[in-house]
Nanobody, 114 residues
């Protein structure tokens, strides 16, 4: 299984960005797909996940600003990020997990500037 993330870049504070992650290989609908991030000097943290049945959870820091969505037919998971702040600057990683299987994308950098 390989995950390919895209959509990072430089964004002004208050702006929006959209990340996309496409999975190739044996990904099925029972996988939980999600986005994590690692901010400078911090450990990797959960941003949002979407489990089978479209059960969605968000970190408190992004709830109301970010929206995660998945398309099972296309094996992809997107993250729409609005009202970005400087604290959202991070490398964002997509993840697919099922039981003890966990796969990571390569990470995409989002830099929010003032």
């Amino acid at each position: 299984v390989q995950l390919q993330a895209s959509g990072g870049g430089l964004v002004q504070a208050g702006g929006s960005a959209r990340l996309s992650c496409v999975a190739s290989g044996s990904i099925h609908n029972l996988y939980t797909l999600g986005w994590f991030r690692q901010r400078p000097g911090k450990s990797r943290e959960l941003v949002a996940t979407v489990a089978p049945g479209n059960i969605i959870s968000y970190a408190d820091s992004v709830r109301g600003r970010f929206i995660i969505s998945r398309d099972n037919a296309k094996n992809n998971v997107d993250l729409q990020m609005d009202t970005l702040s400087l604290e959202d600057t991070a490398v964002y990683y997509c993840n697919a997990r099922y039981t003890f299987h966990s796969f990571w994308g390569q990470g995409t950098l989002v830099t929010v500037s003032s």
